[in-house]
């Protein structure tokens, strides 16, 4: 199978956009957020960001070896970290008074990301459907 090197940037440039979301998120102290009995300490907070970055780079690995499970892992990645997330800090954002704090760190930085995100998930969506 032929590697889609648009394909391949433009994934690069998601996994550029979901770097950049964790650093606004910290810059808008996340760090310490209680939502029910979940507290977000810094350290679950960073191990959460490492396994995202990880499982990130598992998926361009994966591309980039033409691997179908990298497509479909891709659809997930993109349709989560990518897509969903921006809804969730969007609520948050409106539930926190229209400030970038809270379930709403990040807001800033989710918009451009979801725009990716939905870019990279047709484009997997297209090359899966020329697989069959």
């Not at 979940?38 to 679950?44: A, D, E, F, S, V």
Request: net charge neutral; hydrophobic share 50%; charged share 10%.
């Amino acid at each position: 199978m032929e590697i889609d090197t648009t394909l391949v940037l433009s994934y690069i440039l998601f996994i550029w956009f979901v770097v950049l979301h964790t650093f606004e998120e910290i810059a808008c102290d996340i760090m310490g957020l209680e939502l029910g009995h979940i507290k977000l300490t810094q350290n679950r907070y960073l191990l959460g960001a490492s396994v995202i970055s990880t499982i990130n780079l598992a998926v361009l690995s994966l591309l980039i070896l033409g691997s179908p499970i990298g497509y479909y892992l891709g659809i997930f990645t993109t349709s989560i970290f990518g897509i969903f997330q921006a809804l969730v800090h969007g609520i948050g954002y409106i539930k926190e008074g229209k400030k970038p704090r809270g379930i709403g760190a990040g807001f800033y930085s989710s918009i451009p990301l979801a725009f990716v995100g939905v870019f990279v998930l047709l484009q997997l969506i297209q090359a899966i459907s020329a697989f069959k």
